[in-house]
């Protein structure tokens, strides 16, 4: 009891204590106030910055598929058939006229085939694949296998 009447006596004695401990509290708030919006404008900044990196990709993306297009449009235009045609004249090609054409068979070859495109009823499917006991077992299935082998390791069974 004496004790807490010597702290008391002090506090009254020296109020300036009481003050230094409210501008000490006052401080840790600001501090921890600054830390946290420090934290937050870091944060901001950081996404801000990583946002602008994905509109100059972006950008890059959809001025690479333009130039793409266009030179796909250029492709087209000149390999239509009047241009062909121009060059191949130009090349010293002559048009032909189809008497004058003459086949030779390779040996081998048997000509263009019909495309497949379903299986035949006629053709064996493959057999589906059986799926594996360890992935049918049920949860309480799998907790009593464990125990057994935790309660009985030596090949002992439950009744």
């Known amino acids: 009891m004496e004790r ?3 702290v008391t006596q002090a506090y009254s004695q020296a109020p300036w204590r009481r003050q230094m401990q409210l501008v000490g509290l006052v401080a840790t708030f600001l501090v921890l106030a600054a830390v ?14 990583v946002g602008r990196d994905i509109q100059r990709m972006q950008r890059g993306i959809d001025r690479i598929k333009r130039e793409n297009n266009d030179l796909q449009s250029k492709l087209a235009y000149l390999t239509t058939a009047e241009l062909m045609r121009k060059r191949a004249l130009e090349l010293g090609f002559q048009p032909v006229d189809p008497a004058q054409l003459s086949y030779i068979t390779a040996p081998g070859y048997l000509g263009r085939q019909p495309a497949v495109l379903a299986a035949s009823g ?12 360890q992935f049918t077992e049920s949860i309480w299935e799998w907790l009593r296998r464990q125990t057994e082998q935790s309660v009985f390791p030596f090949g002992l069974e439950l009744p």
């Open 4 to 6: 807490f009447q010597q």
């Open 122 to 133: 006629s053709q064996q499917l493959p057999s589906p694949q059986t799926i594996s006991p």
């Open 36 to 49: 946290v919006a420090w934290i937050y404008l870091n944060v901001t900044t950081r996404a801000s910055e």
